[in-house]
């Protein structure tokens, strides 16, 4: 059985740990005290062992356990804590290890006062006057203490546990100064306290979300008392959010984690909300979603669907969260009980290409809405349903809304290699430019596409089969789906290394495929990658680049006017959309480009620090691979190198040689010797 060791005590910790139980993985869930223990689930499967460990004794835990994984689930301000575990991990580099980072809030600060640490913020204090409302928990209360006057001042807020309760009297807190409670606590509940305890000023640490920070912060301005925050201190070992862990160590573990809404429990809520999909049309509604629309009191959406809707709800005619949310917010203000209930329609399915996904981030911001997503039935499998086909085994993708620039090469990559594709379509405009490309795709790969056009469906439905030729000049008008289905797919090569007789060539220069080919490794491009291919020559780079996915976007710059001319001719003959072609000279040619992710030299003109140096105006991290085949350009390399202080620069010689046959026998012909110098900026 996989094994987990956790360092929690906090939300996402136990989180964590009961999602992993839930799984069946077991787990170590390690906290400092016995209140820790008290908010986990019990399972037989989560071994919670308390107490405070330094490095010598977590090296121990891990040395008997043999965990599969361990996770720093600890609070962000748990620094010592945090050095024990990096300490510990020094012998255990071998083990997975992820560190989660708590979401920051999305707040309005101004007017708060940040401090670097607890001394600092107490400092300040002691120059204040009026109560100030303490919620940094007991930990580093002796601090807030040492100043007399300042004590009497303090009205503190720690949790209900035996240890922290015995902090407070220990640190000369009376009773009346106490309030020992569990959250998490809402804005209202917030402001209630702040205004009991006649506060003059709030001190929180900059904890995050989870924490209740927002909540703080917002009852702090709403009953105008101040807020002292104290950063969250850096960390040595970079974090992730809960959900990416999440995601991480499903890969890992090779499993599935129930994601459950991680949802705070808060009274403050003003506006039930139900995101909702349409479907094709009333017809096809759920009967769920027809409920909650019955129930609404509001109901927001295209006009061409709230129009068909019978309901008591006042209908607003918009689908936009700029114009949504000012409505919500004046519902939510002119209540002081009760909710009010809220239904947002989004045609189709609201988990395929739907603007749900936009309204669920412009909405969790704000405490006084709760969200639910009911799904709806997708033109897609309704076409699939008209055609007796199934959507498993195929590619599904949308150019609805989506710019001609991305989804022109998912398009061709799809029905290059599937035998089967769905599109959304934005209607006619779009339906002839993808019978064009299927046109195209025919005549340079000689491939055979059927297709099936569903249009209005399920009112006034028509559904058109058609080839590549008649699909270009379909006169159809109304909304539309399409089926392609691809009768001879080719297959796709996974790794780079095309053969030089593939493209067209004239004089110009070009990489020759072995060198081309370990280049683009050295690369190690992903998805949705940028990269230049400067000094492109034949554009053989860059063409490569481009069929290793439709995301990355290749930017060929070339400055010879017959190159430029052969790029052009090689990214047709490979109907490529996601590899442009810049003319012009290097680095000037790069000024207006989208910052790259990757970056090929082939040839610099002798301005390779002119180019260094534009490459790092335009961000860090940026993986560079020069290929040189003169002493000269070596040295101009190393030269750069060390004046822009880049170090660990990986330097390969590459000396190949092909067979070549003469009369009976085959003899090896080398080539000239190429350098391949790779480097992070």
């Known amino acids: ?9 906090t939300t996402e910790g136990r ?5 992993l139980a839930h799984a069946g993985i077991s787990v170590v869930y390690c906290v400092a005290t016995e209140y820790g223990k008290e908010t986990v689930f019990e399972d037989e499967l989560i071994d919670v062992r308390i107490g405070r460990m330094d490095y010598r004794a977590m090296t121990r835990m891990f040395e008997n356990e043999h965990p599969d994984v361990i996770v720093d689930g600890t609070h962000p301000f748990a620094e010592i804590v945090k050095k024990e575990i990096d300490n510990a991990l020094f012998e255990y580099k071998q083990i997975p290890f992820f ?10 600060y101004s007017g708060c006062e940040f401090f670097d640490n607890t001394a600092d913020c107490a400092k300040a204090l002691e120059n204040t006057e009026g109560n100030i409302f303490l919620t940094t928990g007991s930990k580093e209360l002796k601090v807030f203490c040492q100043n007399e006057s300042l004590k009497d001042r303090l009205i503190v807020r720690v949790i209900p546990s035996v240890e922290s309760l015995n902090i407070c009297y220990e640190n000369g807190l009376t009773g009346k100064q106490i309030i020992a409670m569990q959250g998490p606590f809402s804005t209202a509940m917030n402001r209630i306290q702040l205004r009991d305890t ?8 900059e904890s995050g979300k989870v924490s209740g920070e927002a909540e703080r912060i917002n009852a702090a301005k709403s009953e105008g008392v101040k807020c002292f925050i104290i950063k969250r201190p850096s960390e040595t070992i970079e974090g992730i959010p809960l959900k990416d862990t999440i995601s991480e160590l499903e890969n890992l ?18 506006v039930d909300i139900i995101l909702a999909g349409f479907g094709m049309g009333f017809g096809s509604l759920t009967e769920e979603v027809k409920a909650k629309i019955a129930e609404a009191d509001i109901v927001f959406g295209a006009p061409r669907l709230i129009s068909v809707i019978d309901c008591k709800a006042r209908k607003y005619p918009y689908y936009l969260a700029a114009d949504i949310i000012p409505v919500l917010n004046e519902k939510a203000d002119s209540i002081s009980t009760g909710k009010i209930k809220a239904v947002i329609l989004f045609s189709g399915d609201t988990g395929f290409y739907s603007g749900t996904k936009k309204m669920i981030e412009a909405l969790k911001h704000d405490g006084r809405f709760k969200t639910t997503i009911l799904p709806g039935i997708s033109s897609i499998s309704a076409l699939a349903a008209r055609c007796g086909e199934s959507v498993e085994d195929a590619y599904v993708m949308s150019t609805h809304g989506i710019s001609e620039g991305d989804w022109q090469p998912e398009l061709i990559e799809a029905v290059k290699y599937s035998k089967k594709t769905y599109t959304l379509t934005s209607g ?13 795709l025919e005549n340079l790969f000689q491939l055979k596409f059927d297709i099936v056009a569903g249009y209005n469906l399920y009112s006034n439905e028509k559904l058109i089969r058609c080839n590549a030729a008649k699909c270009a000049a379909l006169a159809e008008e109304g909304l539309c789906v399409m089926l392609i289905k691809t009768r001879n797919p080719l297959e796709k090569r996974l790794s780079p290394g095309l053969k030089d007789n593939v493209f067209l060539r004239n004089k110009t220069p070009m990489s020759k495929e072995e060198v081309r080919a ?3 490794c050295k690369l190690g491009v992903t998805e949705n990658s940028v990269v230049y291919d400067i000094g492109s020559g034949s554009g053989s780079v860059a063409v490569e680049l481009g069929l290793l996915h439709p995301s990355i976007n290749v930017y060929a710059i070339e400055f010879k006017e017959e190159a430029c001319e052969l790029i052009k001719e090689n990214i047709n003959m490979f109907a490529l959309k996601n590899v442009k072609l810049i003319p012009g000279v290097a680095p000037e040619a790069l000024k207006d480009l989208p910052s790259p992710t990757h970056v090929f030299i082939g040839g610099s003109g002798g301005r390779l620090e002119e180019i260094i140096k534009v490459l790092e105006d335009k961000g860090a991290g940026i993986r560079v691979v020069i290929n040189a085949v003169t002493l000269e350009t070596i040295s101009e390399i190393n030269r750069v190198l060390k004046q822009n202080g880049i170090e660990h620069a990986d330097f390969v010689q590459v000396s190949i040689s092909k067979a070549k046959t003469v009369g009976e026998y085959n003899i090896l012909q080398a080539q000239n010797p190429v350098y ?4 992070t900026l």
Do not use: C, H, N, Y
């Open 198 to 205: 006649k506060a003059d000023i709030l001190v929180l640490k």
């Open 253 to 270: 573990l090779e499993t599935t984690l129930t994601q459950t809404a991680f949802e705070e429990i808060t009274p403050d809520i003003k």
């Open 1 to 9: 059985m996989k094994k987990i060791i956790i360092f929690g005590g």
């Open 676 to 679: 391949v110098v790779s480097f």
């Open 15 to 19: 989180q964590l740990a009961e999602l």
């Open 99 to 108: 560190r989660v980072r708590r979401d920051e809030v999305d707040i309005d």
């Open 428 to 440: 006619s405009k779009d339906v002839r430019i993808i019978g064009e490309i299927l046109l195209k």
């Open 518 to 520: 370990l280049s683009i």
